[in-house]
């Protein structure tokens, strides 16, 4: 399965600033997906990633909130953007392996706001 | 209501224990139930997947589907403190992407 390498693995960040999320595949994939795990809650899906074509956005999401870039088949950038502190939480990439839907997840980032 | 439900837990057991872990949802349409396990601090993994009723058994792990209930459970036999972490179920509706994903149980197997 692919190996994904997120970073950073974790940051705090000052309410009114950005962060961006790097996550990078060791192998080509068509999709990338980035997720939020929230305390106490599931994993939801933010953004769906193909390379060459705008990221679709699930509902409850905007690229003006988290712009998604994914300038080649192994890379792929999440920026939370004018973060509050209901941003805190971790955010995870994901791409399918295996093929028939088999998902691989990196290792998250976690972030705090303050 | 959520199209998954799962007990947080936690589910504390000792060494050498059954475990069952459940979850339930309301969408007929999802067709792939998988499994994964979260350690603190990490990504989760996948551990267990099917796309049928049934059971599906893998050494200590076996995943029991019951699609007429709307029911997936995993069982973990002989559960060693290795096995402590989040459990999350997971699953899709077929030719979607798209996974729904439950709340996570998390277990702690004490020696």
New interface residues.
């Given amino acids: ?1 692919a190996v ?1 390498s ?1 970073k950073p693995s974790r940051d705090i960040c000052q309410r009114g600033t950005s962060l961006t999320i790097q996550c990078q595949v060791d192998s080509q994939v068509t ?1 990338m ?1 980035w997720y939020r795990q929230q305390p ?6 933010i953004a ?1 990633a193909n390379q060459g074509s705008e990221a679709t956005y ?1 509902s409850g999401f905007v690229i003006d909130k988290f712009p998604i870039s994914r300038p080649n088949l192994t890379f792929s950038t999440l920026t939370v953007s004018n973060m509050s502190p209901e941003d805190s939480s971790i955010y ?1 990439c ?1 791409v ?1 392996t295996q093929g028939a ?8 980032t ?1 972030l705090t706001v303050v | 209501q959520k199209e998954v439900e799962q007990d947080p837990g936690p589910l504390s057991v000792p060494e050498g224990a059954i475990v069952s872990l459940n979850c339930t949802y309301s969408n007929s349409a999802f067709q792939y139930f998988m499994w994964y396990r979260q350690y603190s601090r990490k990504g989760p993994e996948l551990l267990m997947y099917t796309y049928s009723s049934g059971n599906k058994e893998d050494g200590r792990f076996t995943a029991q589907v019951d699609k007429s209930s709307k029911y997936i459970s995993l069982f973990i036999r002989d559960s060693q403190p290795s096995d402590s972490a989040t459990y999350l179920c997971a699953m899709s509706i077929f030719n979607t992407d798209k996974l729904i994903f439950g709340t996570g149980t998390r277990l702690q197997v004490f020696p």
């Fill in positions: 399965s994904i997120q999709m997906f106490g809650q599931s994993l939801t899906l769906t699930e995870l994901s399918e839907l088999l998902y691989t997840f990196g290792s998250g976690r």
